[in-house]
């Protein structure tokens, strides 16, 4: 497991390492210490030299030492030259890294969107020959499935999700992690492929281009053919108020913000920070997915909020968030910072997002948050692990500039473990965000401090809980 970060911007995949950052500056305080010993034993020199001593009938001994003090002085003097050349390399080399990563991201997108077109060009023929051939298959499965005894039915089920489970280690793959980020962002270029629409067109119109169709149109598609069934169709919520509590510690640095993501029931988690004689000002944290339903259950933090937000949509999770947000107090003025998890952090970007708060900061965590379009001059940190496939859902970054901070987790496969994306745990977020609040990255240091806020005298905090209540 590594603890390196890497840090970058839209459209790079990594950028300065903390590795290179901390070598550079370790070589600058040598050149810097290096340097006031060199005037120490120049001035010390200059105070005893070869005049003096050979005035002095010196021994032969000290003139030996002060000969040597001037191959010191001569030694130093390169060893500071050195330093500083190796410095300028450690940052040329990173540069050269930053150009090769934006030349690599580029092209990979670019190359994904015309195999994507490709791809949804022939789809109409390739159905035609392997779907009849398909159906029968799927038809004598599922006929052979329906034959068994229910016990068999269950074994056979049981088998097949401890198969999933125990061969689920690509998943955590950085390259396929990437493949999969690709793969989002060429799903509207197969639809141009699928309609014949030519490739130059939807190049200007898509992710490459203008930007007017892409993971958004993508998801609202999946939304709009799966409503159709009954499917994925969004709900009124309902929002209740939980538990409160005062005389908390004010949040510091990113550990701290995501130690108050909620983890149970409830949803929402807003503190109230005040001081007498300044305006109230609030930190609003979002949890995650909660499960993974398609067909509406009371839980608003499911897969139907996933898909409709990333449709562009407002999904019962955003609404939640957003009447929860009126409950507390919070109006179109008042300082608010955003921190969110998974879905959660998709939902606090869209809250961001839509202008209709004063939001001072924005923080997500393992969030398919890339294609919101976060204004620039909101100060936002994203943090993702490249073994972990949720981020990679939501695309890159292509309209918003983010500090992103990505660290792969796993050196090799991940550990044995009870969750199929063991990179995407909470858990394991906690122990990156120590590592990013640890970090001495210039870009991080400066998201961070922009994060953080003046001292105020009382922090109350109230948990919300939000349920569908049907169509």
């Known amino acids: 497991m590594s603890d390196d970060l890497a840090v970058g911007g839209p459209g790079t995949t990594s950028v300065f390492t903390t590795a290179l950052v901390e070598e550079s500056r370790r070589l600058n305080r040598a050149e810097g210490q290096l340097n006031a010993l060199r005037r120490e034993v120049a001035s010390l020199d200059r105070v005893i030299g070869n005049g003096i001593l050979a005035a002095a009938d010196a021994p032969r001994s000290a003139l030996l030492a002060e000969t040597a003090i001037d191959d010191g002085i001569r ?14 390399g450690v940052v040329s080399a990173a540069d050269g890294y930053e150009a090769a990563e934006r030349f690599a991201d580029r092209l990979g997108q670019t190359l994904s969107a015309q195999l994507g077109y490709l791809v949804g060009s022939i789809a109409p023929i390739l159905l035609a020959i392997l779907l009849p051939g398909a159906a029968v298959f799927g038809a004598a499965w599922f006929a052979a499935f329906a034959a068994l005894p229910q016990p068999s039915r269950a074994a056979v089920l049981s088998n097949l999700k401890r198969w999933f489970h125990e061969n689920s280690a690509a998943l955590s793959d950085p390259g396929f992690v990437q ?29 490459e281009g203008l930007g007017v169709f892409g993971v958004d149109t993508s998801a609202g598609m999946v939304a709009g053919l799966a409503a159709g069934v009954g499917l994925l169709r969004e709900t009124p919520v309902r929002v209740r108020t939980g538990a409160t509590a005062t005389g908390l510690s004010n949040a510091e640095g990113i550990r701290d913000r995501v130690e108050r993501i909620p983890t149970q029931s409830e949803q929402v988690r807003i503190d109230r920070y005040s001081t007498p004689g300044l305006p109230d000002r609030f930190e609003v944290y979002i949890a995650g997915t909660a499960e993974l339903s398609v067909a509406g259950d009371s839980e608003p933090w499911d897969m139907t909020s996933n898909v409709t937000a990333m449709s562009g949509a407002e999904a019962g999770s955003y609404r939640a968030v957003k009447e929860a947000m009126r409950m507390a107090g919070i109006h179109s003025n008042s300082p608010v910072t955003l921190t969110g998890y998974s879905q959660g952090g998709l939902i606090a970007a869209q809250v961001a997002a839509s202008g209709d708060y004063a939001v001072d900061g924005l923080l997500t965590v393992g969030a398919p948050a890339g294609q919101v379009s976060v204004p620039h001059d909101i100060p936002y940190l994203a943090i993702e692990h490249s073994n972990d496939l949720v981020p990679a859902l939501g695309g890159t970054f292509a309209s918003s500039n983010p500090v992103i901070v990505r660290r792969q987790l796993f050196d090799g496969p991940p550990p044995t473990s009870e969750f199929i994306l063991p990179a995407h745990q909470l858990s394991n977020y906690l122990d990156t965000a120590r590592l990013v609040d640890a970090s001495h990255n210039g870009a991080i240091g400066d998201a961070v401090a922009r994060l953080n806020h003046p001292h105020y005298d009382t922090v109350t905090s109230t948990a919300y809980r939000a349920e569908r209540t049907g169509g």
């Open 75 to 88: 030694a130093l003097a390169q060893a500071i030259d050195d330093c500083a050349v190796l410095a300028r």
């Open 179 to 207: 493949a999969v980020r690709l793969t989002v962002m060429s799903a509207d270029d197969a639809a141009w492929g699928v309609v014949r629409v030519p490739r130059e067109l939807g190049s200007l119109f898509g992710d």
